[in-house]
């Protein structure tokens, strides 16, 4: 179905036949209109940037590129197609017609999901409200904001299946998401990683390699859901989704590219001697690394929850990819895991599948980081250098789960609270690390200009140069 955009709220899904619904929507919209404008990215409203615009929600060409001011840009509602005959592919009620209203029995659950997932879009631009002032480079500058927009329409995607779905306490949760804010003391985000601070360039693209890749295996994980409309909004949201993964992985890999040619430049790997030259040593983009890979594995909840148990039994939230599993019912089938043993070790615990799913999802996350770490890893090899970068292990510096507080190394092993207190300027960023991060973060304004620390693109967006002005700043 294609995009009506004659409308106040551009949507492909008949907004003009609801009217009640509509003009909810568009009551909410000037209070999404005034929190961009507070929390969103700070300046840059006059600015012409280079954005691209959902214009269809099939595989071709669903995007269009042009100059756009950010308040201008055109949040949207958008459903990928409908499946026809689609049928409830996991739990209790598997094979069953799909559902295109929320049953009452899971109106809570459901409702508590798309609230969580509402909840980190905001977030996520409030986290990145300040970037814009030390951008790299006029195409980093565009990418962010780009992503900015987009988290925005991601909000715009929960919001209107609460105002549609869910009633009065849908419009009340619909106002929350704009109360909530990020690292607020009173009020804050409702996941952990969403409230920490994105102060620096490489914690940005550290957020949007590993905590947006948190957002892929979730959305997957909804996209499988039987509440059909929720199903397809998430669908549509994955197509979004893989564009700030690819800032990630390119922003990373384009870091330790600069950091390499320093290297050879000056024929030492001494962190001193690389950071004396304006670039960021191997070492402390492993700690950033390790900082962000963990806090985002806490997204995905307890390896053993009750929670997860009940919304796979109800058909509510699947395995991200459910189709690639033989058992969609999982009622017998159980699941082993690692967990800590009370006296310092690991210990093995067998748990019925269905309250395993969490770390299933996690376990498919995991492999899907480990691919831009092979990537980067080739890099470094390439150029000679005896250095790798890993992922630390699942148990390390975690603050939900079974391994919450547990003190471990990098690799796993349980050790004392002394020892990790001791290690930890080796394994995390440091306040010297960040100050000196913060201190390489200077705005690169000049099409085409990179800032010292991170190496070109290798192209440009849509065919266009590296240099093309991707923001008009004047
Ligand atoms: N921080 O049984 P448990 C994205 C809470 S990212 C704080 O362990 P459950 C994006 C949990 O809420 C994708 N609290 O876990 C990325 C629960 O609290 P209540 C976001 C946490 O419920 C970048 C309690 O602990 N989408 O889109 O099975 C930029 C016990 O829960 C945390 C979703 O998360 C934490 N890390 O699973 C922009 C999908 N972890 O309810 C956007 C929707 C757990 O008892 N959410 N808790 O008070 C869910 O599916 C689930 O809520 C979770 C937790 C997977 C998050
Ligand atoms: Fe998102
Ligand atoms: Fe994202």
Redesign the pocket.
Known sequence: MSINYSEKIPNNVNLTTDRTLQRALEHWQPKFLEWWGALGPHDFAGNDVYLRTAVGVDAQGWASYGSVKMPDYRWGIFLADAIPDRTIGFGDSYGQPVWQQVPGEFRAQFR??IV??GD??P??VEQQHLLGHTCPSLYDLRNLFQVNVE?GR?LWAMVYLLHAYFGRDGREEAEELLARHSGDADKPR?????NEPISDWLSFFM??YF??R??KF??K??AESSFDPLARTCRFMLTEEAH?MFVGETGIGRVIRRTLEVMKELGTNDPGAIRRQGAIDLPTIQRYLNYWFTSSL?????EV????AT?FANGI?GRPDESQFEDHVCADASFELDVPDGQGGVAKEKVPMRNA??EI?RDAYVKDCEIGVKRWNMAIKRAGQDFQLALPSRRFRR???AWAGVPTDQAGTPITREAFERQSVDWVPSEDDRAFVRSLMQQVKEPGKMAGWIAPPDRGINNLPVDYEYVRLN
Do not use: V
């Open positions: 508590r999901l969580t997932q980190t879009e977030a996520s988290e991601h409702i996941l952990g990683t969403f957020f949007t905590t947006d948190d957002g979730q959305l994980s909804l700030h806490d997204l995905f909840g307890s929850s009750s929670n997860a919304t939230k799913m969490n999802a603050a939900i789960g």
